[in-house]
């Protein structure tokens, strides 16, 4: 089948599955799923791809991978005398592909690490994306489909979260550059513009405001850091009916600046706002 017919194809045969599961059975429709997650595996697809300014997500890649897993048996795998029963396999060759890979790291098949792109003992799920240059730092989780640029410092114990339905919603974006904490968690499609800094422990979900208390007029986000922003976890007062509590957000506290190198700017943005990574 040709390249350009595989979207409709998955479209339709997507569709098709709900009241007959049957068509996961067809030869036709797993060779094109088959050749779908090989092509993220090579980096030749991406399940999100920035178009000018903004991200578009492709989500016929998307449910591709959700027909994928039904697919599959099954089956015993080993590394050394660690024996695994999973579905699908983990990546493989990564000398030619020029990724360092620490043991007991993982990245599954269907994931992709561009050349350069480094993992400490963690995790990379199917239809993620690393960047050259990027650490996945230890313990660090990339979770399936999320997408992340080059040159960005995943710390220790980084949470990115896994988005694959909606089939239509965002995944999970850090940009280049970008540089999160120990313990930071982000998930349910939360956005990370270039160059950002979360400091240690800060939490992103899709409702968690982000408020920038960086100038005397505050400015609220949600599901978006924009560029360059130093973030620190904060908190703000809210009513309820038992009580007024307070319920963490995070906080903008000033801006990287471009006009330096990236790490001595990094530097300068952890001494300038104390932030802790």
Not at 66 to 90: A, V
Not at 91 to 97: C, E, G, I, L
Not at 258 to 263: A, C, I, Q
Request: overall charge neutral; hydrophobic content about 40%; aromatic content about 8%.
């Amino acid at each position: 089948m040709d390249k350009t017919q595989l979207p409709d194809f998955i479209e339709k045969k997507y569709e098709e599955k709900a009241n007959n599961p049957a068509v996961l059975d067809d030869a036709e429709v797993r060779r094109a799923v088959f050749a779908i997650i090989d092509q993220l595996d090579r980096g030749e697809l991406r399940v999100a791809e920035k178009k000018g300014d903004a991200w578009q997500v492709n989500a016929w890649v998307k449910k591709a991978i959700l027909m994928y897993f039904p697919m599959q048996g099954m089956q015993t795998s080993h590394s050394g005398d660690i024996e695994y029963w999973d579905k699908i396999p983990t990546k493989k060759n990564y000398a030619a592909q020029k990724v360092r890979v620490v043991p007991p790291a993982v990245a599954r098949y269907g994931s992709f690490l561009e050349p350069g792109a480094i993992m400490m003992p963690s995790y990379v799920n199917i239809g993620a994306y690393v960047g050259g240059g990027t650490m996945v730092d230890t313990w660090a989780t990339v979770g399936s489909c999320a997408q992340i640029g080059q040159h960005v410092h995943l710390s220790g114990g980084v949470g990115i979260g896994g988005v694959l339905e909606p089939p239509q919603g965002l995944p999970v974006i850090i940009e280049d550059h970008a540089f999160l904490g120990s313990r930071c968690v982000v998930v349910e499609g939360v956005h990370v513009s270039t160059g950002a800094v979360l400091g240690s422990g800060v939490i992103l979900t899709a409702s968690t405001k982000i408020i920038d208390v960086s100038q005397s007029q505050t400015q609220t986000y949600k599901s978006f850091v924009p560029k360059n922003s130093v973030v620190i976890p904060g908190s703000y007062a809210k009513k309820f009916p038992g009580g007024e509590y307070q319920v963490p957000c995070a906080l903008i506290i000033g801006q990287r600046k471009e006009s330096t190198d990236l790490k001595t700017s990094l530097n300068n943005a952890l001494r300038d706002f104390e932030v802790s990574v």
